[in-house]
């Protein structure tokens, strides 16, 4: 029987006032159940937590979208992961007795084609950062912080377990050396991920970087401080970001972004811009399904001596055997190492 309207009105609140304090309002989620008639499909442009803005699915009308509230009773596959997050597709209603009709309730989340998540700290086990994006981009600075291939490579495998094509782009190249930086990073090469080396403040690079963007939906992600919000704000042509300098007493970028949101490129395409990232938790893989995210090990994990081996401690490991001579590069190896550990004990390793 379908369930009356009146089931899924909602607490009515809007973005300016997400902010203040008040009593959460709990969500129970069902599998499957009948939603109503007069719902319509749509995608999350901008996800604020408790507010999540919503443009009717098929469009490209960033300008009249719908600012929802999920449903005290959210139909969603989701158990223990971020309820509603950008880019998801979703079933909602629209307000009718609010006068602007810009207002409506969130009453089912679809599938989630592709995804990017981590180990969260909150209340839930798994933040998905972002939903139904193609492609990710990986966003480090050369200098100013330095790039951290520990959490590179953590993303690579995050990325990986979503179903993303993935891209690493070093912004701030003009602090470094191009030679040290290609031979720095040229075991990524090997394996296929695209780095592109740009310097958004010099505007180097930055027309490559367009072509590589055009006509498809790109997520951006990385630490604060490595510009991320220079590069937005040259993509779209405008300054939409607010800038700010890394912070001299740890080196680690301030955070400009504070929640996850999709922007419209005037050359085709669209990006979704997030947060400043500083840790990295990998879920939803077992610690023996790891290694089937590194690349590099494909050619030597099926010829280990001792199956299944986790490729850590065993004797004659032919992947131990493939880093000491040289065929398979240490550092990966050890984010290996780093990322099987943290698995399970996420509390003691951060990158």
Known sequence: MMRDIEDYKYYKTRHDSVKAKSVKKKTRLIRTEEIPENSKKGRVIISTGRIHSVIPFGTNDFENYIDCEIAGILISEFDNKTIVTVGDIVYYIVDESEEEHRKGTILKVDHRETWISRKS??????????????????????????????????????????????CICINKSELMETKFLKKDLKIYLENNYQVELISAIENKGIAKFKKLLKDKTTLLIGPSGVGKSTIVNKLVGKELQKIQEVSDKTYKGKHTTSFGRILKLPFGGEIVDTPGIREFGIIGIEKEELTLYFKDFEEYYDNCKFMPCSHTHEPECAIAKAVEEGKIDSERYQSYLNIYNSIEEYEEDKY
Do not use: C, Q, W
């Open 121 to 166: 700290t909150g209340i839930v086990d798994e933040h998905v950062i972002a939903s139904n994006v193609e492609n990710l981009m990986i966003v480090m600075s050369a200098a100013e912080p330095f790039y951290n291939k520990r959490l590179i490579d953590r993303i690579i495998v995050s990325g990986l377990i979503g179903n993303m094509n993935i």
